[in-house]
């Protein structure tokens, strides 16, 4: 695996012409053309399979969202990859001609065609992805030129949460790998990755290995042991360089990373699972890099697990949800020192992705966290519900019940469009 490490300067030299454009869903790669700012036509749900649940494999499922289709709202087309592996994030290529998709459990990567989005095409299975990295979990998918940067969980070794980032190119082959750092306060635990053309700052985030996310929700809590299991510390690198240069410490598991999107600013927001929190990374007047604790989500002693978080294209406003409550909040950031809750409201007994268009007027929301994280019973909703949001309340537009088509647990999703006039193509920052 050693040989594999690289200085970073491949990536550095691929990025000497690359100029980075503007992103939709917001929580795209900057790096990702031919990007939608009008109407979209598809979601793309990344769904696991569910034991007695129609054929109870993983699948992508596409939904038609475009409002003037007849079949607005409705699923189109599904297509199974076989076996549950703990499905989880997707991403696209920087051409966004393809979709990877990753598995926590079994740690196959697939790749699909979305040249017709309405019906996406395995092209591809990467299997020996823990064979070549040594790391397990392939969670992020986040597009550069010509190159696919995956973070992963854990590791083969001793399955915690000891892990690091691999490097492939657009056609599936390994380029280089980079360990997540143990040294100057790093704990070496990995999640999300966020980047900042503007500043080559790329900033990672922690979570927990392979033993923890594949055990039981309850019996977790209840292990003193697993629950000291779970990352405090972000990490600022050298994107080009692909160096860490600064470790911040960050207690309580900082999950999703969110920059702001207008070039001018320096900072993003990420939120912790165990503790509640938003947190600000931002640089300071000396130009380090800072992180720091400006706001509370709901109430942190009934641990409402905060998870996934969307921050609008204006960088005024941040969607964050709360899976245990079932919640999404509002959030007005136009302060981001000082960040006020405006906007609540109960989506249902669980509540996990979030992913707005990029003109902000419309919210797609999903349930799945993990498998064996979701709720028991009746309370294991499976949905994926769609609104329209008009900068004051969500007006739900339809309501997509993935328990009674017998689809699974709805997890990651992705916007298309059927073509690029709907979509900018080479818009640069």
């Known amino acids: 695996m050693r040989n594999l490490v690289k200085s970073g300067l491949g990536i550095a030299a691929l990025l000497v012409a690359a100029s980075p454009a503007l992103a939709d869903e917001t929580c795209n790669s900057p790096y990702t053309l031919s990007l939608i700012k009008g ?14 649940v129609g054929d109870e494999s993983d699948k992508l499922v596409t939904v ?55 019906k996406p095409k395995i092209v591809k299975t990467i299997t020996d992805f823990a064979e070549k990295t040594g790391f397990v979990g392939p969670h992020t998918f986040y597009a550069i030129p010509g190159r696919m940067m995956v973070q992963a969980l854990s590791n083969t070794r001793t399955h915690d949460g000891q892990t690091g980032i691999a490097v492939y190119n657009n056609g599936g082959d390994l380029v280089s790998v980079h360990p997540m750092p143990l040294e100057n306060g790093g704990d070496g635990y990995g999640y999300d990755i966020g980047i900042n053309p503007q500043k080559n700052a790329m900033l990672t985030s922690s979570f927990t290995g392979w033993t923890n996310y594949m055990m039981d929700m309850g019996q977790m809590i209840k292990d003193p042991e697993a629950m000291k299991r779970f990352g405090k510390s972000m990490v600022m690198w050298d994107f080009k360089a692909m160096q860490p240069i600064s470790i911040m410490e960050v207690p309580g ?42 706001a509370t989500i709901g109430d942190p002693a009934k641990i409402p697990l905060p998870v996934d978080i969307s921050i609008s294209a204006d960088a005024k406003g941040l969607w964050v949800n709360t899976f245990l409550d079932g919640t999404s909040r509002y959030f007005d950031i136009s302060n981001p020192e000082a960040p006020k809750q405006v906007y609540a409201r109960k989506m249902g007994s669980q509540v996990n992705m979030v992913s707005q268009s990029y003109d902000g007027k419309r919210v797609y929301f999903t349930t799945s966290l993990l498998a064996n ?20 309340q969500l007006v739900e537009k339809f309501t997509v019940d993935f328990k009674a088509q017998k689809l699974g647990r709805a997890h990651h999703m992705k916007l298309s469009a059927k073509t690029k006039a709907a979509a900018i193509g080479d818009e640069r920052r």
Do not use: C, M
């Open 373 to 392: 994280w979701d709720k028991k019973g009746a309370e294991n909703e499976q949905w994926l519900k769609a609104f329209d949001w008009d900068g004051k």
């Open 64 to 118: 038609d969202v475009q409002p003037s289709s007849p079949t607005y709202g409705k699923v189109i087309n599904s297509i199974s990859v076989g076996g549950r592996g703990e499905a989880h994030h997707t991403g696209f290529t920087d051409d966004r001609r393809y979709l990877w998709a990753g598995r926590l459990d079994d740690n196959k990567i697939f790749v699909f065609d979305l040249a017709d989005p309405a």
């Open 253 to 294: 598991s900082p999950l999703e990373i969110r920059w702001s999107l207008k070039p001018e600013d320096n900072w993003a927001f990420s939120a912790t699972a165990l503790t509640s929190k938003l947190w600000l990374i931002k640089q300071d007047e000396t130009g380090a890099w800072v992180a720091r604790d400006v």
């Open 39 to 52: 109407q979209e036509d598809f979601l793309h749900v990344w769904t696991l399979g569910e034991i007695g």
